[in-house]
């Protein structure tokens, strides 16, 4: 099964971005960016939706598969 935090990780870096760049794209600040990808921290819908937006991937491929 494959975690939200390494499908978030996988896509930023497919798209050369750090985790600054993702956060500021996505108006969210690092440290939170740092913890979706640890798995510290799971985001509510509406982040997914937005960092599928600024990733330009559907939402099911950020969620976890089951």
Known sequence: ??????NLKFHREQ?????????LKA???T???EK????EQVPN???I???STVLDVPA???TPSK
């Not at 979706?36 to 798995?39: D, L």
Request: aromatic share 6%; proline share 0%.
């Open 1 to 6: 099964m494959t975690s939200f935090a390494q």
């Open 15 to 23: 798209h050369n971005l750090t985790q600054e760049e993702l956060a």
């Open 27 to 29: 108006r969210l600040g």
């Open 31 to 33: 440290k939170t960016i």
């Open 36 to 39: 979706y990808e640890s798995g």
């Open 45 to 47: 819908t509406q982040t």
């Open 49 to 51: 939706l937005k960092l």
């Open 60 to 62: 099911s491929e950020l």
